[in-house]
């Protein structure tokens, strides 16, 4: 594998004693790789998703964050590709599209370290950085390119990619991809796509409304999932600390320092809370830095880095910058705002208490956001315990929240048989067969009634001219002539004239 990313140190979970990586149909270089990274059985959605993938057709996978879903596409993605013909210049064989710069770095580092035993290129593009370093890598072409979408459409309008030979099409987080602004760039990019090809889309969560727009993408595809969907990881512990707003930096402060946890990740609903936390968790001696959509890659680069090596203690996120940070062992995840949507819950806890390990999720509630934590503790179904932390008690009491079943999902109507053009012509002349035809009194009485119509519209003076022009043939009788001969040459003119093609 060509290219200079550093490869992550993973781990799979819920592991089948009774499964290796060897019985899923994988070459020796990759299961030699899967052992350097400390695997020894594969996941629930490795099982069942890497002998899908290898079959050929297309797949739709749903399993919590964390249990090994980018393995689970990279490792039967190599497999099929190394079997065939390598990339042509500016070429590329799989397209692996993802919503995040951080996501499609832990992507390429995912694939580096998996085939790194395999003649397949690679390259990893997405904005914040020039594009010119990255035309010049494409033009030796990449058998797999992992890519956001902007950036992507960038480097196709300066003809820097082409996808004659595209094989794979990858949408990872699926449900952000085409949930949140990014519709459109997938749609545009499906459209350069050559129309044969598998396609294979991954997520943490599913909802309904994405599924079925994920279905006009792939065909007949096989629907996999571990888990009920919007279901946490029973490895994390989830805590609910009620408190008031202005009291939050402070009890966050304090936690940090009991607990002495050595990484902490902190969730903010806006870029510009997440600088503001940062900011005072400085102040109060935690070294701290935020991350989200306004920062520059380097500096994103820096501070992920920073947080991986222990530099940095406390790293505040937004939901969409934190999408592929994976942080091995990371003790804590704190939810300082309830996320806008419920379904990001799912997605924010699972950064801890991954492969395996034990994790804890703390959110930080204020009575305002009753509903907010109603609604996340209805999709998991599951009530929230709730901890009030001395010194932080809550001026205003946070409500109880209230759990409603849910509702079975009503089976889909069946849908109307579609009539082809034959059909409606053939229905269309057997209707005017059917007609009963007109007597010859009700077409003389049309006939009456429109000539009657076509008097009543005539202009109140047109006696008056023709009687005006009988009177003026004496008068001035060259002129009128003139006229008369002029009207009649153009409307012979336009008679004789032929529409243009005809």
Not at 462 to 491: H, L, P, T
Request: proline share 6%; glycine share 8%; charged share 25%.
């Amino acid at each position: 594998m060509t290219n200079q990313e550093s490869a992550p140190v993973t781990r799979s979970i819920q592991p089948d004693d009774n499964l290796q990586f060897s019985d899923l149909g994988l070459q020796p270089k990759l299961l030699q790789a899967v052992e350097q990274q400390g695997y020894k059985h594969p996941s629930p959605i490795q099982a069942k998703g890497i002998p899908a993938v290898l079959s050929g057709k297309d797949v739709m996978a749903a399993a919590q964050t964390g249990t090994g879903k980018t393995a689970g596409f990279t490792l039967p993605m190599l497999e099929l590709l190394s079997k065939g013909q390598r990339a042509q210049n500016n070429n590329v064989r799989a397209l692996v599209l993802t919503p995040t710069r951080e996501l499609a770095a832990q992507v390429g580092e995912s694939v580096a370290a998996y085939g790194q035993q395999l003649a397949l290129s690679y390259s990893v593009v997405f904005g914040g950085v020039k594009i010119n370093p990255q035309m010049m890598q494409l033009r030796r072409g990449a058998d797999i390119l992992v890519a956001t979408p902007g950036r992507l459409l960038d480097l196709y309008q300066q003809n820097a990619i082409k996808f004659n030979q595209l094989e794979m099409l990858v949408l990872d987080e699926a449900d952000r991809m085409l949930d949140m602004g990014f519709i459109h760039d997938i749609r545009k990019i499906i459209k350069l796509l050559p129309a044969k090809r598998q396609n294979l889309l991954y997520s943490a969560t599913f909802s309904e409304e994405i599924r079925d727009l994920a279905k006009t993408i792939v065909t007949d595809p096989l629907e996999i999932s571990v888990v009920p969907p919007n279901t946490t990881a029973k490895t994390v512990e989830q805590w609910v600390y009620p408190v008031d707003k202005s009291r939050k930096t402070a009890l966050l402060s304090h936690l940090i320092k009991e607990n002495d946890w050595p990484q902490v990740l902190i969730f903010s609903r806006t870029k510009h809370g997440a600088n503001r936390i940062a900011r005072n968790l400085e102040t109060r001696g935690i070294p701290s830095t935020a991350i989200h959509g306004n920062k520059s890659q380097g500096s994103r680069t820096k501070a992920l880095a920073g947080f991986k090596d222990g530099s940095i203690q406390a790293l505040v996120a937004t939901d969409i910058a934190a999408r592929g940070i994976d942080i091995d062992q990371l003790p804590c995840v704190i939810n300082y705002d309830l996320p806008n949507i419920a379904e990001d819950y799912v997605h924010r806890i699972g950064r801890t208490g991954r492969a395996g390990a034990s994790g804890l999720a703390i959110s930080f509630v204020i009575a305002d956001d009753a509903k907010d934590l109603n609604d996340i503790e209805n999709l998991i179904q599951q009530l929230l315990p709730r901890k009030v932390i001395a010194g932080f008690e809550p001026t205003n009491e946070l409500p109880e929240s209230t759990l409603k079943p849910l509702k079975p999902k009503k089976p889909k109507k069946p849908k109307k048989p579609k009539v082809n053009a034959v059909g409606q012509a053939q229905a269309s002349e057997s209707n005017a067969q059917n007609a009963p035809a007109k007597s010859k009194e009700q077409t003389d009485r049309r006939g009456h009634s429109h000539h009657a119509n076509k008097a009543r519209r005539r202009p109140a003076n047109s006696n008056n001219q023709r009687k005006q022009s009988g009177a003026g043939k004496g008068q001035g009788q060259g002129k009128g002539q003139g006229q008369s001969e002029g009207q009649g040459r153009r409307s012979n003119q336009s008679r004789n004239r032929r529409p243009a093609g005809r």
